[in-house]
């Protein structure tokens, strides 16, 4: 359940640069649906690092050996 929600929210935020782009390429600079979207995406990427590390601090993840001593 861990890894559907960390992938689910990945994909939002893949899916909001998505958006930013298409706004940016179809609205040439008229509005501002393109900034709505990069702030989007910022916020759901600031929001799963720290949903990440809380979640590592409570015991919730295990990182596994990436950087350990043997």
Known sequence: MKT???VAVFLLILWQLGASL???M???G???KTARALTRRVALSVGLILCIIIAHQ???LDFH???RAP
């Open 4 to 6: 559907f929600l960390i």
């Open 22 to 24: 298409y706004h940016m």
């Open 65 to 67: 050996g990436v950087g």
């Open 26 to 28: 179809n609205d040439k």
């Open 58 to 60: 409570l015991g919730y």
């Open 30 to 32: 008229q509005s501002d």
